[in-house]
């Protein structure tokens, strides 16, 4: 059974910073392109950042470019987000998605199958 967990939510102040962190268990965690998505209440969920199973590509939306930095380390199976510069239009539940073996980045919904019940941030004005 494939299980993703998120970890790193909390509440910050704006301008600050949080790193959330992603573990999943029963697949080859190395394998597999994954994202993060967020959504805010009233809103459509919707696709944050993303990196290829290998680690070499990733991409953005474009509200969070030059804040958000996205990595993953293969050997600890562990994804993280750091987000810098946090603004209150950044609170939303995050959820961590895990896509398909051997793919590249991408920020199409479509492309993750398996999701992690979601951390919260709360940015503070």
């Known amino acids: 059974q494939v299980q993703v967990v998120e970890s790193g939510g909390g509440l910050v102040q704006a301008g600050g910073s949080l790193r959330l962190s992603c573990t999943t268990s029963?697949?080859?965690?190395?394998?597999?392109?994954m994202g993060w998505y967020r959504q805010a209440p009233g809103k459509e969920r919707e696709a944050v950042s993303s990196?290829?199973?290998?680690?070499?590509?990733?991409l953005y939306t474009d509200s969070v470019k030059g804040r958000f930095t996205l990595s993953r380390d293969n050997a600890e199976k562990i994804l993280y987000l750091q987000m810098n510069a946090l603004r209150p239009d950044d609170t939303a539940m995050y959820y961590c998605?895990?896509?398909?073996?051997?793919?590249?980045?991408?920020?199409?919904?479509?492309?993750?199958?398996?999701w992690g019940q979601g951390t919260q941030v709360t940015v503070s004005s």
């Open positions: 029963g697949l080859t965690f190395d394998d597999y392109n």
């Open positions: 990196i290829g199973w290998s680690g070499h590509t990733t």
């Open positions: 998605a895990l896509g398909e073996p051997y793919a590249p980045a991408s920020l199409d919904r479509r492309d993750f199958h398996y």
